[in-house]
C-alpha cells in the first residue's frame, strides 16, 4: 500500500526537501529528508516547541553526528511489520546502507523511522534491521532541542540520584546529587539507566515538555553556554538561552543485532499546560503522569 505522504514533499530553491505533517487540532510538524531531522513542532497555538537558531537552515554542522544525519533519506512505503499510515500525520522514513558506507562500517542495516503528530504530542519510532550475515552492536540517540523561555530558569526532572558520564571532565562518572536539575553554565552529561519519563519544566511558558521513552534507556543533556556557543558557528551568540537539549539514547550498553534482528524504539514528547494546576506545578504529578 503506497504511503500518501509523498504528496506532502515541499521542494523549495536550494532547501532540503521536507514533509509537513498535520492532524485536526492544528498542530504541524516538519520533517527534513536530510537526515530525517524534524525540525519544526508547533502546537494548536502557532506555538514552536522546538528551537531553531535564527542562524542555520538545519543541523547539519552543530555537531559531529552519525553519518545518519548527513544523509538524505526516502519516503518508506512498506513500513512493516508496523501498519501503513495512510494519514497526513505520519510520515515513515527510511535510510538503506550504500557501499561507500561499508567503507566507514562494514554491515549493511537499514534505518526506519515513523514520525507522528497528534494533539499535544509527536511520537518518534526509530527502528534498526540488520540486514548484512554477520551480527553488529550500534549506538543511538534521539537528538531534541528544544526552545524553553531561558534556561537559567528551567528544571529538569527525573534525573535526580543517577549516575552520569561528564563528558566535560574526560567521561568520569559522577552521581547526580541535585533534587532537580537547573542550569548555570555549559552542561554536557549522558545519564545512565534513567527512567522512561523525564520533564523540562518552564514556568516562564506555564508549560511541561515530558519525554516518554522506550528501548533507550541513557539520556544526554546539553546546553554549549556562552563561550561555547560563540565557537559554534551555526548558533548565535545568545541562542544558548532559549534552548535545551535532551536526548533519548542508547549509549552505556550497545544494541546487539543478529542477522535478520530488528531493533526498535520509541520516543513521545508531549507538552503539559501548567494553567490546569493551581499554584506551581507539582512535577511528581507530571513525572507519573497524574494529570
Known amino acids: 500500500m503506497a504511503n500518501n505522504n509523498i504528496n506532502n514533499i515541499i521542494k523549495e530553491g536550494d532547501r532540503s526537501p521536507r514533509i509537513i505533517l498535520h492532524e485536526p487540532t492544528g498542530s504541524t510538524v516538519e520533517v527534513l529528508l536530510y537526515g530525517a531531522q524534524v525540525t519544526s513542532w508547533k502546537n494548536e497555538r502557532r506555538e514552536e516547541i522546538l528551537f531553531m537558531s535564527n542562524k542555520f537552515a538545519n543541523f547539519g554542522t552543530?555537531?559531529?553526528?552519525?553519518?545518519?544525519?548527513?544523509?538524505?533519506?526516502?519516503?518508506?512505503?512498506?513500513?512493516?511489520?508496523?501498519?501503513?499510515?495512510?494519514?497526513?500525520?505520519?510520515?515513515?522514513?527510511?535510510?538503506?546502507?550504500?557501499?561507500?558506507?561499508l567503507k566507514t562500517w562494514p554491515y549493511r542495516f537499514e534505518l526506519r523511522l515513523r514520525v507522528t503528530v497528534s494533539a499535544g504530542k509527536l511520537t518518534l519510532i526509530p527502528r534498526v534491521r540488520n540486514v548484512d550475515n554477520k551480527a553488529f552492536a550500534f549506538t543511538l540517540a534521539l537528538r531534541n532541542y528544544?526552545?524553553?523561555?531561558?534556561?537559567?530558569?528551567?528544571?529538569?526532572?527525573?534525573?535526580?540520584?543517577?549516575?552520569?558520564?561528564?563528558?566535560?571532565?574526560?567521561?568520569?562518572?559522577?552521581?547526580?546529587?541535585a533534587d532537580a536539575i537547573t542550569f548555570d553554565g555549559e552542561i554536557d552529561r549522558v545519564y545512565l539507566s534513567t527512567p522512561t519519563k523525564i520533564a523540562i519544566i518552564d514556568h516562564e511558558r506555564k508549560r511541561t515538555i515530558v519525554l516518554r521513552k522506550e528501548g533507550m534507556v541513557d539520556a544526554v543533556l546539553w546546553n554549549p553556554w556562552d563561550k561555547k556557543a560563540k565557537a559554534i558557528p551555526?548558533?548565535?551568540?545568545?541562542?544558548?538561552?532559549?534552548?535545551?537539549?535532551?536526548?533519548?539514547?542508547?549509549?552505556?550498553?550497545?544494541?546487539?543485532?543478529?542477522?535478520?534482528e530488528e531493533w526498535k524504539g520509541r520516543q513521545e514528547l508531549s507538552i503539559v499546560s501548567s494553567s490546569y494546576f493551581s499554584g506551581q506545578l507539582d512535577p511528581q504529578k507530571v513525572i507519573n503522569g497524574l494529570h
Not at 501503513?84 to 522514513?93: E, H, I, K, R, V
Not at 534556561?151 to 563528558?167: A, C, K, P, Q, W
Open 62 to 101: 552543530l555537531e559531529q553526528h552519525g553519518f545518519a544525519r548527513n544523509r538524505l533519506w526516502s519516503l518508506d512505503d512498506d513500513p512493516s511489520p508496523l501498519s501503513p499510515a495512510n494519514n497526513q500525520s505520519t510520515a515513515d522514513l527510511l535510510l538503506k546502507s550504500t557501499e561507500e558506507d
Open 146 to 177: 528544544f526552545s524553553v523561555s531561558d534556561v537559567s530558569e528551567v528544571r529538569v526532572e527525573g534525573l535526580e540520584t543517577l549516575d552520569y558520564f561528564d563528558n566535560l571532565s574526560k567521561r568520569e562518572r559522577y552521581t547526580e546529587q
Open 234 to 260: 551555526d548558533l548565535g551568540d545568545e541562542d544558548y538561552k532559549t534552548m535545551l537539549c535532551l536526548d533519548a539514547a542508547a549509549v552505556e550498553n550497545p544494541i546487539n543485532l543478529k542477522p535478520c
